[in-house]
């Protein structure tokens, strides 16, 4: 069973950046993988999504609040998923998972904390 760990989680101002990584202890070659993000009081929602298709070809997903804002990314070298977050507004403030897509219960890690605040 592959084990997530997430980090690269901070406080940044308004308008910063921050890259976080999530490394797997297994390979992710084949899998779906995603980025949820927790804030509080609310449910976990879906950020964005890195999707298998075929050989090396991966096909990237964001909701709609985030496009254009970050990027996920992978290298399956180094069994790491990462999300690149650019011009980042106070709502991004959240808990921030990796996991499959869909998600898979034994697969949550602890999350990265990113507060974005002046």
């Known amino acids: 069973q592959v084990q997530l760990v997430e980090s690269g989680g901070g406080l940044v101002q308004p308008g910063g950046s921050l890259r976080l990584s999530c490394a797997a202890s297994?390979?992710?070659?084949?899998?779906?993988m995603a980025w949820y993000r927790q804030a509080p009081g609310r449910q976990r929602e879906l950020v964005a999504e890195?999707?298998?298709?075929?050989?090396?070809?991966?096909?990237?997903r964001y909701v709609y609040s985030v496009k254009g804002r970050f990027t996920i990314s992978r290298d399956n070298a180094k069994n790491t998923v990462y999300l690149q977050m650019d011009s980042l507004k106070p709502e991004d403030t959240a808990v921030y998972y990796c996991?499959?897509?869909?998600?898979?219960?034994?697969?949550w890690g602890q999350g990265t904390q990113v507060t974005v605040s002046s």
């Open positions: 890195h999707n298998y298709l075929a050989s090396i070809i991966y096909e990237a």
């Open positions: 297994g390979s992710i070659f084949r899998y779906d």
């Open positions: 996991n499959r897509q869909p998600p898979q219960s034994d697969f």
